[in-house]
């Protein structure tokens, strides 16, 4: 869709406030098609369009869209004296930003046709502020390529244009500004034709190419067309170049481009005369003559006749060829432009001074509904800022007590499983103490009460024997009670050896494979590896029914990984309670910032799989 479309539709459909909404206009799809029409160069059909638009329009907004529109048509076919009148009507309807872009492009092309390139260049640079204000990049990048084309035409340093076309280039998005970019493309090769690089043209013609190869749209191709064959008379490759030009003129004459097609015509002209087919040289400047009169082009009627005064001269008729070189000379000095200004700015005039005091009005009026309606909508935002602050404030209030309420809870969840377990180890010590070490001692006690001085030699002997032999017990169990609590085996020759000390002491069956002896890990870590394969080998011996164990202990640079597997009757890991045994081997992972991960089926067994980062 074209930059026309799209500032149309943004005009037509009432987007001037988020609290109004009207109805679509009886001339909008009218002023829309004109656009559509327009942009694929059908010009007369356009201007239909417009027409129709603008006597069933019931808006403001559309009737100034549709002035535009009738006015940039009007423009390119050489309709002069109505367009400016069209223009200021439009602006006096609809002063906004989105209709004073399109306004003001339309007065510059009015202006660039009557050779004004001054006031061509004033109106495209405001064009240019309302653009930049709506940041509408599109007509941004389309006005800056209308500038470098007026400096392309009339300043010789090719450097300005160029600048033009490249802060064009880099406004477009190549997936939605595709002929803008082939447009521009074609500029630059002329840019560089002009300067003599023939390799650098031909890269932004071939760029070029490849758009309007895939592309839709008539003028662009014709353009770019055009501009190929341009190329190819530079090159030498005449022939070539006339074949090259006859789909560019066919367009322009389809789509009644004539003003595009005054350029093709004085172009084939001189590559007739360089290949002495001087009939159609002079068709072609009869017919490139009569478009330049109905377009009322004094510049183009000189070239014209310039070229036909060479014609003339090329063929032997020199008398011809002086009375066109006179004509030429005419048109160069002629004040017809002037005076044509001069007839076009009374007229603004008197429309200016009819319409004054109701422009002044409206705007007044106008003036007064943009402030009711700032100040309507500046309060209700901040009041839906106020009011989303105070929500925002709530919820986050909310958030925060409802997380301090879970770290309170975990943080005693955390602090009632380690004094549990604490409890535990000590009743378990306790247990073993009165069970095992005071049994025995209380047995080598017993041994020894028994013996008396009055008792014989043998006798005696069999008595210290005897207790010596329950000391040795008591040194065992104690030694056994000593490695429940924290063994000497971990403190002096590692994780694994105590490990392995564990397995071999609790476990009948069991298979421990480790990455190797020589595992260095932080004190810390190793405690609680250890503790954890305590409570897991003492699962296994209350409820895993003397199963084989299967372990494993990988260390590396980044990660330990501790697996424990057995094959007893496992159990319902949904509908097991978490008891303290399992509440502690979590809560030593949170400690170590690992994962524990515990996986279970009834009657094959239970793996539990820890993971701890290094």
């Not at 895993?544 to 202990?553: D, G, M, Q, Y």
Request: proline share 2%.
């Amino acid at each position: 869709m074209s930059q026309i479309l799209i500032l149309l539709v943004a005009i037509l459909v009432g987007e001037r406030s988020p609290h109004t909404q009207s109805p679509v206009d009886a001339g909008t799809p009218h002023v829309l098609a004109g656009a559509i029409r327009e942009e694929e160069g059908y010009l007369a059909i356009a201007l239909e369009e417009y027409q129709k638009g603008q006597r069933l329009s019931q808006s403001a907004e559309t009737k100034a869209a549709a002035f535009n529109g009738i006015a940039s048509i009007e423009i390119m076919m050489g309709k002069y004296d109505s367009a400016l009148n069209y223009l200021r009507q439009s602006r006096s309807l609809d002063s906004t930003s989105l209709n004073l872009t399109r306004n003001y492009q339309v007065e510059a092309k009015y202006w660039q046709t009557q050779n004004q390139y001054d006031q061509a260049l004033s109106f495209l640079q405001l064009a240019l502020d309302h653009a930049v204000k709506l940041n509408d990049t599109r007509n941004r990048a389309v006005i800056l390529s209308s500038m470098g084309s007026i400096y392309f035409s009339h300043e010789p340093d090719m450097k300005v244009a160029r600048d033009f076309f490249n802060k064009s280039n880099a406004l477009c998005d190549s997936s939605v500004h595709a002929n803008i970019l082939a447009r521009n493309y074609g500029r630059l090769a002329n840019t560089y034709m002009v300067t003599g690089d023939g390799p650098t043209a031909k890269s932004y013609l071939d760029r070029a190419k490849k758009i309007v190869d895939i592309s839709d749209n008539l003028p662009v191709r014709g353009y770019i067309l055009s501009s190929i064959a341009t190329m190819l008379n530079a090159e030498g490759k005449y022939e070539e170049c006339i074949a090259f030009m006859q789909e560019p003129m066919r367009i322009k004459r389809e789509l009644g481009q004539l003003r595009q097609l005054q350029n093709d015509l004085l172009n084939i002209s001189e590559t007739y005369m360089i290949v002495k087919k001087y009939d159609k040289a002079q068709k072609a400047l009869d017919e490139g003559a009569a478009i330049s009169r109905s377009l009322k082009d004094i510049v183009y009627l000189k070239y014209f006749y310039e070229r036909a005064s060479s014609l003339d001269s090329l063929q032997g008729d020199y008398k011809g060829a002086y009375s066109n070189l006179k004509l030429a000379m005419a048109y160069k000095d002629s004040t017809f432009s002037t005076q044509h200004l001069r007839d076009v700015r009374e007229v603004q005039e008197k429309y200016e001074a009819g319409q004054k005091e109701k422009t002044i009005a409206e705007k007044e009026l106008e003036i007064e509904h943009q402030k009711y309606r700032q100040a309507l909508i500046l309060g209700t935002s901040i009041i839906a800022v106020l009011v989303l602050i105070v929500i925002l404030i709530v919820i986050r209030a909310r958030n925060r007590q409802h997380l301090q309420k879970e770290r309170e809870q975990q943080h005693q969840l955390r602090l009632h499983t380690i004094v549990k377990t604490q409890e535990e180890v000590q009743q378990r010590i306790a247990r073993d103490l009165h069970d095992g070490l005071v049994q025995v001692l209380g047995a080598a006690k017993m041994s020894l009460q028994s013996v008396s001085p009055e008792s014989d030699k043998s006798t005696l002997q069999k008595h210290i024997r005897n207790a010596s032999d329950i000391m040795d017990e008591a040194v065992t169990e104690a030694r056994s009670i000593s490695h429940q609590i924290l063994p000497y085996s971990l403190l002096k020759d590692g994780l694994v050896s105590a490990l392995e000390d564990l397995f071999a002491r609790s476990l009948s069956s069991f298979k421990f494979d480790h990455t190797g002896q020589k595992i260095h890990l932080d004190e810390h870590i190793s405690i609680n590896i250890y503790r954890i394969a305590q409570e897991l080998v003492n699962n296994v011996q209350k409820h895993a029914e003397s199963a084989h164990i299967i372990a494993s202990l990988k260390v590396t640079a980044s990660q330990l990984r501790f697996t424990f597997e057995d094959s007893g009757s496992g159990y319902d890991t949904t509908r097991a309670s978490n008891g303290a045994g399992l509440a502690n081997i979590a809560t030593r992972a949170g400690l170590m910032k690992g994962n524990i991960k515990v996986h279970s089926i009834i009657g094959k067994g239970t793996r539990t799989e820890l993971t701890v980062p290094l």
